[in-house]
């Protein structure tokens, strides 16, 4: 499968489709499983706080995962992705309620590059705080 998105279709700004992804305890406790990182602060409330955290925290990778959902998700071809990196900026707290958190992600092509990729700048918030920075990912489009 190849992106379905062409290269000489896609300009500098062009905006990504932002979505909304929601975290509840029991996302995490399905990522821990699917991942096996079963370390308490993604789940325990009381360790969580204990080491300094404002309550239980969402998987980094969790949140890294996510966002580059938006990419995926526009390009229609999850191996169109050839770069992607993120510094993990502020946690994703998920409060122990039928709520939860919401991730909200959205993109923009930043740049084209000469070998037929552009790169997609990411920006993901929680809450109205960015939760990911320096997200970018480098696409091999059509």
């Not at 932002?18 to 399905?30: D, K, M, N």
């Not at 955290?53 to 949140?63: E, N, R, S, Y």
């Not at 050839?82 to 092509?109: C, H, I, L």
Request: glycine share 10%; net charge negative.
């Amino acid at each position: 499968m190849t992106a379905k998105i062409a290269y000489d279709d896609v300009e500098v700004g062009t905006e990504l489709p932002a979505e909304t992804f929601p975290v509840t305890r029991a996302t995490l406790v399905q990522y821990a499983g699917a991942s096996g990182d079963f370390n308490p602060i993604h789940w325990n409330e009381k360790f969580a706080k204990e080491v300094g955290l404002p309550d239980v925290i969402a998987h980094g990778m969790f949140t890294m995962a996510e966002a580059i959902r938006v990419v995926t998700d526009w390009t229609g071809d999850p191996a169109a992705v050839v770069e992607y990196g993120v510094r993990f900026t502020k946690p994703v707290v998920v409060p122990n309620d039928d709520q939860g958190a919401v991730v909200e992600v959205s993109g923009k092509v930043a740049a084209k590059l000469d070998d037929g990729t552009v790169r997609v700048d990411l920006l993901a918030t929680c809450g109205g705080q960015k939760v990911l920075g320096m997200s970018r990912a480098v696409v091999r489009l059509a």
